[in-house]
């Protein structure tokens, strides 16, 4: 139903690609970070509930359709529809099915709920296709509720200590899920200005986020919120305040040791938007698939788990993972 080609995934009965990493006349679109919703399509179509982000990221003006979670739309015969992934707010997983044969292409996801995004919907397939972005048997993550009270105990700290708290966190889902985590806690935020406008885009469709301040590095506040940037914005340092803070980052790559160290971090936070080696396993296990198409991530060390196991697994090479700060 699905071969890989140059330009991405593509269904030759549908004659689409599900994000595709070159410019394609018909895009499918399983949710908005950089590396899986790109600039230059003819057409897009995806989630509902990614429509402002995508706008927001890829110009007001491109030609894209939308359908709701569950909602299928036919293609020569074959059904599309898109389902939740849980990754991030918006993002979805997309299920095709034609003659009695269901292939799922999953994007990126995770299993745990997060408050905030759809919670993952598992799916029964023939076809499963996974990431692998920490598909070794090492990452195994803490609890949510456990790392927003760590979290809280830093921030307090750095309080007592005269010194703003800066949370680093991808600005479309990890930022978002870090700013409603500190609000139910009582604690201040502001925001970078590319978190803020992401934040508002999904606001506006309809997610149940908070107002949020907005952090102007000039704007002078005996006030000691935590600012949450984008990482990115910490490399050439002119957002950072002009007084003593500390930076924190919150990413699954801080359960490696020595990840936090090397990147000059006062803090560490675990907080993934991709499922763990056992939300890995869960998924693919829930999928009942024949057979497995592993992307990127350490898709050699599961592909190898998988078929040491008796399913049939296979490794793609794909583009997805190499943009920007937002793949972890």
Request: glycine fraction near 8%; proline fraction near 5%; hydrophobic fraction near 40%.
């Amino acid at each position: 139903m699905l071969s890989l080609r140059p330009e991405g995934l593509y269904c030759e009965r549908g004659d689409f690609y599900i994000d595709p990493w070159r410019p394609v006349a018909r895009a499918v679109i399983t949710h908005a970070h950089a590396d899986h919703a790109r600039r230059g399509m003819g057409s897009y179509l995806a989630p509902f509930f990614s429509k402002n982000v995508l706008k927001l990221r890829l110009g007001k003006n491109i030609h894209l359709d939308t359908l709701a979670f569950n909602q299928k739309h036919y293609i020569r015969g074959m059904a599309l529809s898109f389902h939740p992934a849980g990754h991030i707010p918006g993002s979805a997983q997309v299920r095709l099915e034609f003659q009695g044969e269901v292939w799922v292409v999953s994007g990126d996801y995770k299993v745990r709920p997060d408050g905030l995004s759809h919670a993952f919907e598992p799916l029964a397939c023939h076809t499963f296709i996974t990431e692998s972005t920490f598909g070794l048997p090492l990452f195994q993550f803490p609890e949510q509720n456990t790392v927003f009270d760590q979290m809280e105990a830093w921030y307090q700290r750095c309080t007592l200590a005269g010194d703003l708290p800066v949370v680093l966190a991808y600005s479309l889902g990890k930022a978002q899920r870090v700013f409603l985590g500190l609000h139910k806690k009582g604690i201040p935020v502001v925001l970078h200005s590319s978190v803020w406008e992401t934040h508002e885009a999904l606001r506006k469709n309809g997610f149940g986020l908070p107002e949020a301040k907005r952090w102007y590095a000039r704007t002078h506040s005996n006030e000691l919120p935590v600012l949450i940037a984008p990482p990115g914005a910490a490399r050439g340092g002119a957002f950072l305040p002009k007084r003593p803070h500390q930076l924190a980052a919150a990413s699954g790559w801080m359960h490696l040791r020595g990840m936090r160290r090397r990147a000059g971090y006062e803090m560490g936070f675990v907080l993934s938007d991709h499922a763990d080696w056992n939300g890995l396993l869960y998924a693919i296990h829930e999928s009942k698939a024949e057979q497995v198409w592993i992307t990127h991530g350490y898709s050699d060390a599961l592909s190898r788990h998988l078929r040491e196991n008796g399913l049939k697994a296979q490794t793609l090479e794909t583009h997805f993972g190499q943009l920007d700060d937002e793949n972890e």
